[in-house]
Each structure stands twice: as structure tokens, then as C-alpha cells.
């Protein structure tokens, strides 16, 4: 940047090269932006938005100018603020100039125009704070908690819901406690009723979204007694292995199956070794694939219910 506008180099500088144009015109004059920007030495990706540069922006740029347009108040939120917070599985390996970006403003605020070729999706909230927002990062945006609580009511299905709050949890990126706080002062939350459930679940262990699946679509439904989930033992070498799902009582135990089970033979034999252990000791492995799990719930409630009937369960 010419010396003739000092101070502007720190402002871009602080700001990853992405200001407003009333930012711009505190240092130089109307005549002044305009050449910038039509002498193709600046960009205007949307209307009170400049980039100082002519090249492709940055993801980092392209946020800046979607909460730069959306106005002073608003802010990333959802999967957008969540993925910046660093939750993956959740089309984290796209750039957020090819996916969905949301952002939260306050309810009544006034709707504007999103940045040129950039998907932006604006929700309004009568519950947003200064609690809900973080206070000191760069690309302005709510706290994890209320990130992923928005994320799983924005969410087109139930499924979806359970799956972000079970990987915020197992990612170890926020704690149930906290996701409870926002949920119980969030009185509209689409979903709440369902959210404080797949919680209560993920405190008794399920935090897998296949096992989320085992205890409200096997267990639940079809009224199977309630297990315990997640329970450490030792094996025959003094290792902490954890069971899926387990009722002790008639020594069953119930392992769900990902992907990873089936692929790596290291988990196989690792998964056997651990049935074998259980065996010694009187009890008996059921092993379903999440698959079936999610798509036949009641085949596998038929085979439990059978497996607890022959340990002496009676209904």
C-alpha cells in the first residue's frame, strides 16, 4: 500500500486485507477507493465490502466478508463456527467458498445481500448474547457449545442432530454440562426435547452415533431392558477394554460395528481377542454392524431378546 495512506497497512494487516468501505474511507477519499477497485488493484466481493487484492480470497477472507456484509452484529454460527472451532466429518474437507455458511443474527435484524458466488445462509435468534459469542477470536463467531447446539437444530433430520452433538462430545470439544446450559436457555430451540435426550444418553456412555442408534431405535423401542454402556474392564493381560453395551446381570454384551471393524484386520483381531476374554469369563458377545443397527433395529432387538431370554430375562 502507497505511503499516502497511513495507517491503512495496519488495518489490512489486522484484518487479513477484507474492511469495510467506510474502514477504507477513514483513510482515503471517495474518488481514491474508486480507482482501487476499478483498476482492478482491489475487489469489491459485496456491497460495503472491499478486499485489498485482486486474486481468489482466502477462506479465511471469504468469512471475513460474508459477517462484514451481514453487519456489526452478526456473527459465524453452526457448522461453520464449529468447523473453525475443529470439528471434522462434517464437510470440513471442502473450502467454505464451495459449501454453506451460517451465520447468526440477532432476531429483527435487518436482511442484506450475501457476497458475490458465496452460499450464505442467515438465522435469526432471540437468544443471542454476548454469553454466546467468543470473545476473542479472529473470525467472530458463537462459542463451540452454542455452535453445535444451532448446528444440530439447523439440521434436516433428527439423525443429523444426534450425529453433532455425539462427535462434539467424543471430539472432546465441549462438554455435555455446557451443550445443557445453552439448550435450557434457548425456550424456541427447534428440537430441545430431543437434544436434552440424545444428551441424557451420551452421559450414560453411548457417545458413537451407533450407539446413539442401538439404545433409542433397539433398546427403547422395542422395550428391551436397559443396559449399561461403555463399561471398562480388564482383560486377561490387565488392559481398560470397553464394552459397547452391556447387561451384566445376564452377563450379554452387545458390540456395534463401524466401518473400521470390517476394514482393518488389526481391529478385527483385537475385537476377537476381546471376545475371547469375555467368553472365558461366562459371557456372551452379540456383534451387530451399524448398518443393521440403523436399518433393521428389530432383527437385532429380536436376537438380543432371545440371547437375555436364554439367561434367564423374563419380559
Known amino acids: 500500500m502507497k505511503p499516502c495512506f497511513?495507517?491503512?497497512v495496519d488495518v489490512l494487516a489486522d484484518h487479513e486485507g477484507v474492511i469495510s468501505t467506510s474502514d477504507a474511507l477513514r483513510f482515503m477519499t471517495e474518488n481514491q477507493l474508486?480507482?482501487?477497485i476499478s483498476s482492478g488493484r482491489w475487489q469489491k466481493p459485496a456491497r460495503g465490502v472491499v478486499v485489498a487484492h485482486s486474486g481468489p480470497l482466502t477462506d479465511r477472507q471469504i468469512l471475513r466478508a460474508a459477517v462484514l456484509r451481514a453487519g456489526p452484529r452478526a456473527v459465524l454460527a453452526g457448522l461453520t463456527?464449529?468447523?473453525?472451532?475443529?470439528?471434522t466429518g462434517f464437510g470440513d474437507k471442502a473450502s467454505f467458498a464451495e459449501s454453506a455458511i451460517h451465520l447468526l443474527v440477532p432476531y429483527g435484524y435487518r436482511r442484506r445481500t450475501a457476497p458475490l458466488r458465496l452460499r450464505v445462509i442467515v438465522h435469526y435468534s432471540q437468544a443471542l448474547t454476548s454469553a454466546d459469542v467468543h470473545p476473542t477470536r479472529q473470525q467472530k463467531r458463537t462459542r463451540i457449545a452454542r455452535s453445535l447446539v444451532d448446528a444440530a437444530a439447523w439440521m434436516p433430520t433428527d439423525r443429523g442432530a444426534m450425529a453433532i452433538l455425539a462427535a462434539g462430545v467424543q471430539q472432546r470439544l465441549v462438554r455435555v454440562e455446557d451443550l445443557r446450559e445453552v439448550i435450557a436457555r434457548i425456550e424456541t430451540l427447534r428440537r430441545r426435547t430431543l437434544m436434552t435426550g440424545?444428551?441424557?444418553?451420551?452421559m450414560g456412555g453411548a457417545q458413537a452415533l451407533s450407539e446413539l442408534d442401538f439404545t433409542r431405535q433397539v433398546v427403547r423401542s422395542h422395550r428391551l431392558p436397559e443396559p449399561s454402556r461403555q463399561v471398562a474392564r480388564r482383560d486377561s493381560r490387565g488392559r481398560r477394554r470397553w464394552t459397547d453395551v452391556l447387561w451384566d446381570e445376564y452377563k450379554i454384551v452387545a458390540e456395534i460395528d463401524g466401518a473400521q471393524h470390517t476394514e482393518d484386520?488389526?481391529?478385527?483381531?483385537?475385537d476377537m481377542e476381546r471376545d475371547n476374554d469375555l467368553s472365558i469369563d461366562g459371557y456372551r458377545t452379540l456383534r451387530f454392524p451399524a448398518w443393521l443397527v440403523r436399518q433393521h433395529p428389530e432383527l437385532v432387538a429380536r436376537g438380543i431378546r432371545r440371547a437375555l431370554r436364554e439367561a434367564g430375562y423374563r419380559d
Open 6 to 8: 497511513p495507517g491503512l
Open 34 to 36: 474508486r480507482w482501487q
Open 81 to 87: 463456527a464449529a468447523r473453525l472451532d475443529g470439528l
Open 198 to 202: 440424545i444428551l441424557d444418553d451420551i
Open 265 to 270: 484386520p488389526l481391529q478385527r483381531w483385537d
